[in-house]
């Protein structure tokens, strides 16, 4: 194959990994899109492999995650040039995990391709643990997985492995794709035999009615779970700003007095806890005047009161630092619970190695300040215990996890999506959410400032949901369960047992010996006569 051909593969590989995702819609894409970047990566040199797969990553975050630049564009507002600017240093920091995946196929494919094709799910999924977990700048957003999340059936198995088991399905089709194909081509050997030549095709073929007679007959296998209590979610569809003048209050005087009708209301029929989302406009309970309010709406209202707020504690040098929190007030207005969100936002709520980025002054002065919190906060409703994680935190598992293993028996995921308007962002958002209900087999409770809010039962249906940008109130239905899945109990033990295998498939690649090139056409000639190549006396040409 030609390198063009490769690089342009890989690059439409890209694109077609990016349709599987909300707001194209198109999951099936998924397995098949990985396919056309693991042949790209089976020959070519390895500064080419770094490069497809940097196009790789650039192509499907160009086409999955446009909402970066929406952001930093409208609500910057930075000029049209730095946002861009922005939406490619994000992309630079995601897609290293896609170069390595390129190098280490090309580097296993130069001492076997069968063997690089067999590597290739589980170190694509080795990777994906990666992002999730790389300090400062993970960006798990997007993980194959979530596009097979959608069938009710397929991702219970969620509940075992995590979303990396979805993932690692998928990818491994992709590989058996290419399997076939390279069979069928004749650059990967058939098994020998009548009956093994078969093989890889059979085992497609069996591969493939397995997962959709799951995916068509297994929904109607899974149980259905039974709420015993309701919640009030408040939608507030306040406006987005960067930043609130002092007036904020005045200006809005209307729209909170609205909000209060709503929540009081919703609390005193049957005094269910009432929920606003991760703080949408200046919201902290250190200012009097929003003070007295929340107080009000709870006491009022008769019911626990769990909202997003600008916490404010000890920072460095004793200075006061800025918290990105949730705080919940009791019906007599006291404060019982906080919890300060623990994994914040790159260049949005912080700047990672802020020395470093010196060149971009103008995203250093736009991006929130806020400290992380250090602890798991677990907090008590009547009927049982529930833990709140905000916004971002919901896309990565073992965080999500963690609140589990301390106690809760109720998810409440604050979020404020105001900020990506109707981009892909939010229903993003709530497809990886959602998986963390099945993960942990807890209800989720998911309020956002301007959708999707709704109620998410422990097998992922969705069983109440909002319209979007629209103010209203929410009766989601809930209950409290304290039974542990296989996930909650061992964590990510399968990205980590594929990093395991691969390792291994890579030890027995550096073990093989690097086959020779191609013999050129001219020896192959010479080579095969009888008695092999004769030795001949040189002579002068003679001219013409």
Not at 489 to 503: M, S
Request: net charge positive; glycine share 10%.
């Amino acid at each position: 194959m030609a390198r063009r051909w490769r690089i342009l593969l890989s690059l439409c590989s890209g694109v077609l990994f990016a349709l599987a995702f909300p707001n194209f819609n198109l999951p099936v894409l998924a397995w098949v899109a990985i396919a056309p970047l693991i042949v790209a990566s089976l020959d070519g040199g390895m500064g080419e492999a770094a490069l497809r797969g940097l196009l790789f990553g650039a192509a499907f975050f160009l086409f999955s995650t446009p909402w970066i630049y929406t952001v930093m564009r409208q609500y910057g507002p930075l000029p049209s040039w730095e946002a861009a600017g922005v939406m490619a240093l994000m992309i630079l920091a995601a897609s290293p995990y896609f170069v390595a995946f390129t190098l280490l196929m090309r580097w296993i494919a130069r001492r076997g391709k069968g063997l690089a094709v067999i590597a290739a799910p589980f170190l694509w999924v080795a990777l994906e643990l990666a992002r999730a977990r790389m300090p400062d700048i993970a960006f798990p957003w997007n993980l194959t997985g979530y596009a097979a999340s959608g069938n009710l059936a397929l991702v219970q198995l969620t509940s075992i492995t995590g979303i990396y088991g979805l993932s690692l399905i998928v990818a491994a089709y992709n590989a058996m794709v290419v399997w076939l194909m390279g069979c069928a081509m004749g650059w990967l050997k058939r098994p020998r035999g009548q009956a093994l030549s078969h093989l890889p095709g059979g085992a497609m073929a069996a591969f493939t009615a397995l997962i959709l007679g799951v995916a068509l007959i297994g929904p109607r296998f899974v149980p259905a779970a039974q709420a015993s209590q309701v919640a009030h979610l408040v939608q507030p569809d306040l406006p987005q700003s960067m930043e609130y003048p002092a007036n904020w209050g005045v200006i809005h005087a209307g729209d909170m007095a609205e909000l209060d009708r709503l929540s009081i209301a919703a609390g005193q029929k049957d005094h269910g806890p009432v929920v606003w989302p991760e703080v949408p406009a200046p919201f902290s309970l250190t200012d009097a005047e929003f003070a007295r309010r929340a107080q009000a709406i709870a006491r009022d209202s008769g019911s626990d009161f769990l909202l997003g707020v600008i916490g404010w504690g000890p920072g460095a040098n004793g200075r006061l630092a800025a918290y990105n929190s949730a705080a919940m007030l009791d019906p007599a207005g006291r404060v019982e619970f906080q919890y300060d969100k623990i994994h914040l936002v790159p260049f949005s709520e912080y700047v990672p190695w802020r020395d470093f980025f010196w060149f971009a002054k103008n995203l250093t002065g736009l991006a929130g300040d806020f400290r992380s919190g250090t602890r798991y906060a677990v907090g008590e409703l009547p009927g049982g215990r529930f833990s709140t994680f905000i916004c971002y935190e919901a896309v990565f598992p073992h965080e999500v996890r963690q609140f589990v293993l301390d106690g809760a028996d109720l998810l409440i995921n604050l979020s404020n999506d105001g900020w990506f308007g109707r981009s892909s962002a939010p229903a993003q958002s709530l497809q990886m959410a959602r998986v963390r209900a099945v993960e942990n087999r807890r209800w989720l409770l998911r309020d956002t400032n301007n959708g999707y809010t709704a109620s998410v039962d422990p097998y992922g249906r969705i069983v109440a949901r909002m319209a979007v940008d629209v103010r209203g109130e929410l009766d989601a239905p809930y209950a409290f369960r304290s039974d542990t899945t296989i996930y909650v109990l061992w964590g990510d033990w399968l990205p980590e047992l594929c990093a395991g295998i691969g390792l291994i498939l890579l030890l027995m690649a550096a073990l093989r010996r690097r086959p020779f090139g191609p013999i050129p056409d001219g020896f192959r000639s010479v080579a095969s006569r009888p008695g092999g190549p004769r030795q001949t006396r040189s002579r002068p040409a003679r001219s013409s």
